[in-house]
């Protein structure tokens, strides 16, 4: 049984949707604790499921490598398997990606390396691409540049917004997230062959 802790920054859906899958006794992983950096509306999610929760805020502490080193601990306290970031919007310094990388993968509203950052959806749209979509990847130093694991696209309509058009891609993005979980719980996705 695959331990994950996952990390949020917001309302929790793709987190809800992972939740929702290992309450199925027969989905091989479980959740076993969520963090998140601010107090985010997603925690809910996992009190509804009996599931632990954490909080570690950046602007309690007087650097970003101190607030990176007490989120750590508090990941480490629950020694997952993997770690899942899940709708998390900040950028983890090198020293914790290289302490849980590659077993730290992120959900990304693009097809990677189409559009990485916080603006993947407004970007496409600007771009006037035609398609777009969801990305899980492995977490290395960069910005949304570690190994692809697996990807979905959306077709974008003509002149959708960029609320409907995100609205559209986090319904690949929950299904995708829990694919690519089982995968890896299963040994279909091997984690450390695709770390570089």
């Given at each position: 049984?695959?331990?994950?802790?996952v990390m949020i920054s917001g309302s929790g859906s793709n987190l809800r949707a992972l939740?929702?899958?290992?309450?199925?006794?027969?989905?091989?992983?479980?959740?076993?604790?969520?963090?998140?950096?601010?107090?985010?509306?997603?925690?809910?999610?996992?009190?509804?499921?009996?599931?632990?929760?954490?909080?570690?805020?950046?602007?309690?502490?007087?650097?970003?490598?101190?607030?990176?080193?007490?989120?750590?601990?508090?990941?480490?306290?629950?020694?997952?398997?993997?770690?899942?970031?899940?709708?998390?919007?900040?950028?983890?310094?090198?020293?914790?990606?290289?302490?849980?990388?590659?077993?730290?993968?992120?959900?990304?509203?693009?097809?990677?390396?189409?559009?990485?950052?916080?603006?993947?959806?407004?970007?496409?749209?600007?771009?006037?691409?035609?398609?777009?979509?969801?990305?899980?990847?492995?977490?290395?130093?960069?910005?949304?540049?570690?190994?692809?694991?697996?990807?979905?696209?959306?077709?974008?309509?003509?002149?959708?917004?960029?609320?409907?058009?995100?609205?559209?891609?986090?319904?690949?993005?929950?299904?995708?997230?829990?694919?690519?979980?089982?995968?890896?719980?299963?040994?279909?996705?091997?984690?450390?062959?695709?770390?570089n």
């Amino acid at each position: 049984m695959l331990s994950i802790v996952v990390m949020i920054s917001g309302s929790g859906s793709n987190l809800r949707a992972l939740l929702e899958a290992c309450d199925n006794p027969l989905f091989p992983a479980k959740i076993v604790a969520v963090g998140a950096d601010q107090a985010a509306d997603g925690l809910a999610h996992a009190e509804q499921f009996g599931v632990p929760t954490f909080v570690v805020e950046p602007g309690l502490f007087p650097s970003r490598d101190k607030w990176s080193e007490m989120l750590l601990q508090n990941v480490k306290y629950h020694n997952p398997d993997l770690v899942v970031l899940a709708g998390f919007m900040r950028v983890l310094p090198e020293s914790f990606v290289s302490e849980l990388s590659p077993n730290l993968i992120n959900l990304h509203p693009s097809l990677l390396p189409a559009f990485p950052g916080a603006h993947a959806v407004r970007d496409a749209l600007a771009a006037g691409v035609s398609t777009t979509g969801a990305t899980v990847h492995i977490v290395d130093a960069g910005v949304d540049t570690g190994p692809v694991l697996a990807q979905r696209e959306v077709a974008i309509a003509a002149g959708i917004s960029e609320a409907d058009l995100h609205e559209q891609i986090k319904t690949i993005e929950r299904a995708l997230i829990v694919d690519v979980v089982a995968e890896i719980a299963e040994g279909k996705l091997i984690l450390s062959e695709r770390a570089n």
